[in-house]
């Protein structure tokens, strides 16, 4: 597909993550002091959107059934049973436009 703006950077502050739709697929971009990662935002374990969980640092608190993911690489950090980690996406940012590469 190659890259596809996601949002501005002015709508995600730092410490803050949002939900954005690209081509029907449901994204997290989150922006870690500066630096904006992107990865599904589903939970691979019961499809709620981690989105409307808790970030923490790096690392993304689902809301459902608390399963923790990185964001920056989508790696399962911690949860009581192996689960799939994350699909991770590259983000670049080109003056006040984040895109993400799919």
Not at 77 to 93: C, G, H, M, Q, T
Request: hydrophobic residues 35%; proline residues 2%.
């Amino acid at each position: 597909m190659g890259k596809i703006i996601a949002c501005k950077t002015s709508d995600i502050s730092p410490g803050k993550m949002i939900k954005v739709s690209i081509d029907g697929k449901d994204i997290l971009v989150a922006n870690i002091d500066g630096k904006y990662c992107a990865t599904d935002d589903s939970c691979t374990h019961s499809g709620s959107s981690l989105s409307e969980g808790k970030l923490d640092g790096c690392v993304i608190t689902c809301g459902w059934h608390a399963a923790q993911f990185d964001c920056g690489t989508g790696k399962l950090v911690k949860f009581p049973v192996k689960i799939r980690d994350l699909a991770s996406y590259n983000v670049i940012v080109e003056s006040d436009n984040v895109f993400v590469e799919m």
